[in-house]
């Protein structure tokens, strides 16, 4: 249950008694639904949706002359689009590019880039996403609801408790338990402020003009009006609307001063204006039974890119419009994959019969196992071998890594990971002539400033117990190969006297850190515990070193031979080498919809990651 102690800051503190105080007795009060602040903090930490300022003086009269203008000019800048475009005839309902006119009430809806996204890994739910600007301010910020992620979610009345500044419950049957039929389907708005965040925001949006609504709400475009969660509750309460009248959408999206300006220049998003009542037509069909969350609203998307496509389309060759489309498909079909997996996760409630449970009996052996296991310092580790991965939708560089630990603090873990070389290296001659090239491997997210260090490690069963390194682990190994920290002066000493090769040696720049909490749990044990990562047997790293040395600097050409590196080392770590290559064989859970495997579909998450912050693919950075 989400409580309201954590959402009543959300709004004014009389609010709750004034809302009542105008269903009952008419009292007008503009933007009730709006939060008690209007501060913000960049987009990854945002916090509420913008203020009207409670000082201003315009009224619901003064509004209702400003919307019929507005009436006006979005219809006949629509007459205007129609006309110019041969293929459309005059219509009542329109979907038109309205270039860099970016206001409340405009859709930003995502493009398919020629080139990789970052939010395909980052945020795959903006990818062909279609977002309602409810606020727009050149030198503030934009604000705004991805309207076509509808969940499976139904929420009851009673999930929400909402209560005034005394801890009360605001509506009779919450406070005297009792139960109703009214249900709300949720739609996901955005990543800021979500159901399951500190601070949740809940809003709705209706097309109820009456008088009584208007008081609790606030007109976004024509026909389209936008109230809280608790706004609706209450007018539905009064008989003005019924939960099927209302979109209830948690959560929601923020750019910065210019930034949508600038994603907009880029070829991002489009900006589209569209009318109330196909805006609505779009919503409803994402709420019917048979629709499932995990088509994440392609439908909307699809017609929006359609519309724009045919008035683009008179102005361009069937060679160009051929091309574009070739291009969509391309890379359409990952972000496709990607959307579907993320809304299968986060979209899809699963539904429990009574008594049952989730935890699978392997799951709990797993974990039993792993707190009985000890994490040395030195240990490497390889990523999970689950049927799913844990890194297909966050972190995909941790996906059938091989990662070395290096040491434990009592408020974190840390270390590094091998199996990724990138595209810069270190060369020198040694006084034979020979030149040695090393490729300089990511080694984590902290650590890669211009003044943190590089690290070298070596492994080799020839030298050890012979003074090249320092043996990382406080254990004493008689025998096997055992890793070791160098310094660079102690790799061409090496290499000089021929006691090592250059493919005992990895160079790596950056670590990783798993923070622990205050009781000391966390940490890379408790990664273990939650099956993200399982040890590796000494007895194995000499294979495994192997096949992570044959690796190159990152190059187009070298790519996909880094890669298999990459797989045949997390598959050394177990001990076993797969018989097959086949990549057809499946061995999970298909994609929905698709013949994509998931446990491919993480390889593929893990290449793309590579192309983009490997080889410089990436273009920009949320």
């Not at 660079?488 to 290499?495: A, F, G, P, R, T």
């Amino acid at each position: 249950m989400v409580t309201s102690d954590k959402m009543t800051s959300y709004y004014d503190p009389s609010m709750f008694l004034l809302l009542l105080l105008l269903l009952l007795y008419g009292i007008d009060r503009s933007n009730a639904f709006l939060p008690s602040s209007s501060s913000h903090s960049p987009r990854s930490e945002m916090t509420t949706i913008h203020q009207t300022d409670n000082n201003n003086n315009n009224n619901n009269n003064n509004n209702s002359k400003d919307n019929a203008q507005e009436e006006d000019w979005r219809a006949f800048r629509a007459k205007l689009v129609q006309t110019e475009s041969s293929s459309s005839s005059a219509s009542s309902s329109w979907t038109y590019d309205a270039g860099m006119l970016i206001e409340k009430g405009s859709l930003v809806v995502s493009k398919v880039e020629d080139s990789l996204g970052c939010h395909d890994l980052r945020q795959p739910y903006f990818a062909k996403c279609v977002v309602l600007l409810l606020e727009h301010d050149e030198s503030d910020f934009t604000q705004g609801i991805i309207l076509n992620r509808p969940s499976n979610l139904n929420l009851k009345d009673q999930d929400i408790v909402y209560q005034d500044d005394d801890g009360n419950p605001v509506f009779a049957e919450d406070e005297e338990e009792r139960n109703n039929n009214n249900s709300w389907r949720m739609f996901y708005g955005g990543d800021i402020s979500g159901l399951y965040d500190e601070s949740p925001l809940i809003v709705c949006l209706h097309n109820d003009a009456s008088e009584m609504a208007q008081s609790v709400s606030d007109e976004i475009m024509p026909g389209v009006y936008l109230t809280s969660h608790l706004g609706a509750r209450a007018l539905v309460e009064e008989g003005t609307l019924t939960p099927e009248d209302c979109f209830i959408f948690y959560g929601f999206c923020e750019w910065d001063p210019g930034q949508l300006e600038l994603e907009v220049k880029r070829g991002s998003w489009s900006i589209v204006s569209v009318d109330s009542t196909t805006m609505w037509n779009d919503l409803s069909s994402q709420r019917k039974p048979d629709n499932d969350p995990r088509r994440v609203g392609l439908d909307m998307w699809n017609r929006i890119i359609k519309a724009l496509d045919s008035q683009q389309q008179d102005n361009e060759t069937d060679e160009i419009v051929e091309c574009r489309e070739e291009q969509r498909q391309q890379v359409s079909e990952f972000q496709d994959l990607m959307l579907k997996e993320w809304a299968t996760k986060l979209l899809m409630v699963p539904q429990m019969e009574k008594d049952e449970t989730f935890v699978e009996d392997a799951d709990i052996y797993q974990a039993i196992r792993a707190a009985g296991q000890t994490i040395e310092t030195g240990a490497l580790l390889r990523g999970s071998s689950q049927e799913e991965s844990p890194f297909l939708l966050q972190d995909q560089f941790l996906h059938k890594s091989t990662i070395l630990m290096l040491q434990e603090l009592d408020d974190v873990s840390i270390g590094v990971a091998l199996h990724l070389p990138s595209s810069d290296a270190i060369d020198f001659d040694l006084s034979d002539g020979t030149c040695v090239k090393f490729p300089v491997r990511y080694g984590g997210l902290d650590g890669r400033g211009d003044e943190d260090p590089f690290l070298w490690f070596f492994c080799g069963e020839e030298t050890v117990g012979q003074a090249l390194g320092t043996n990382i682990s406080d254990s004493d190994y008689d025998e096997g190969c055992v890793v070791q920290t160098c310094s660079y002066k102690q790799v061409i000493e090496s290499l000089e006297a021929g006691v090592a090769s250059p493919h005992d040696f990895l160079l790596v720049k950056g670590f990783c850190l798993w923070q622990k909490g205050e009781d000391g749990s966390g940490g890379i044990k408790g990664e273990v515990i939650d099956g993200k990562f399982e040890p590796i047997s000494s007895d194995y790293n000499a294979k495994l070193w192997s096949s992570l040395a044959r690796q190159e600097v990152n190059t187009e050409e070298s790519l996909p031979k880094n890669f298999q590196g990459i797989l045949d080392a997390w598959e050394e770590g177990s001990g076993q080498k797969s018989e097959t290559d086949d990549i057809s064989i499946s061995k999970g859970r298909l994609v929905f919809e698709s013949s994509k495997d998931v446990t491919k579909l993480s390889d593929d998450a893990l290449l793309v990651w590579m192309k983009l912050f490997l080889l410089g693919y990436a273009e920009y950075h949320r």
